[in-house]
């Protein structure tokens, strides 16, 4: 099993609140991702980075943000989270320079915004 | 756009079938491609992947066929069974230091 953790795994807050999901690997991989996952299944690029101080916007327009300031540690902020948030967040990372690198996903962090 | 267009959305199979899923890209610089499987409540997770050199590969009861002039690609489950039921995703990614860009998803359920 992958060395790939999220917390909290569960989150119930209110609108306007402000939230950070944690995402930490123990495997010492460069690159991390952030998805996000609709309950019918499609998973939607948001944040991705292939090392400290670098990061990327995915396809999916984000009111979020994320830091690498640490090699295995790739954390997601939510400044003023709404009920559009609701979904399921799930982090990634994976090794190597290349595309051809498995990625090992976390168990996902399910956000609720009331 | 799509990049990955994979189907069908939704599938049932008997218990011992064989399960199909079928995935069609466009952009030819794509040289990886991965299916991965996900359980309920849990990240998804490298199942198998090609490289298009091989029009197949096999791995158990899990192949990947392969059509480069075709743009297409498909995992085939022989032997279903109901542990196998899950969502996969097809994926694709070009060489370098580019993200995969992942299909629809498939739910796959084997009932007995």
């Known amino acids: 099993e992958a060395d790939i953790y999220q917390t909290p795994r569960y989150l119930v807050i209110g609108t306007g609140k402000k939230i950070t999901l944690e995402c930490s690997q123990t495997m010492g991989h460069d690159k991390m991702y952030w998805y996000q996952q609709d309950p019918g299944m499609e998973l939607h690029l948001i944040h991705y980075s292939y090392g400290v101080n670098s990061t990327e916007k995915g396809d999916l327009s984000s009111e979020s943000t994320v830091s690498r300031i640490r090699t295995e540690h790739f954390p997601l902020t939510l400044e003023s989270a709404r009920p559009s948030h609701t979904s399921q967040y799930l982090c990634?990372?994976?090794?190597?320079?290349?595309?051809?690198?498995?990625?090992?996903f976390g168990p996902g962090t399910r956000l609720t915004v009331l | 756009q799509q990049q990955v267009k994979q189907s069908p959305q939704s599938l049932i199979v008997q218990k011992g079938g064989i399960s199909i899923i079928n995935c069609a890209y466009e952009n030819t610089a794509f040289d990886y491609f991965p299916w991965y499987q996900q359980f309920p409540g849990k990240g998804p997770a490298l199942l198998i992947a090609?490289?298009?050199?091989?029009s197949e590969k096999k791995e158990g009861r899990f192949t990947i066929s392969f059509n480069k002039s075709a743009k297409q690609f498909s995992l085939h489950i022989m032997d279903s069974q109901p542990g196998d039921s899950a969502t996969y995703f097809c994926a694709a990614s070009r060489p370098g230091n580019t993200p995969l860009v992942f299909g629809k998803g498939t739910r796959l359920s084997v009932i007995a």
């Open positions: 090609i490289r298009p050199d091989v």
């Open positions: 990634a990372s994976s090794p190597g320079t290349s595309g051809y690198n498995e990625q090992f």
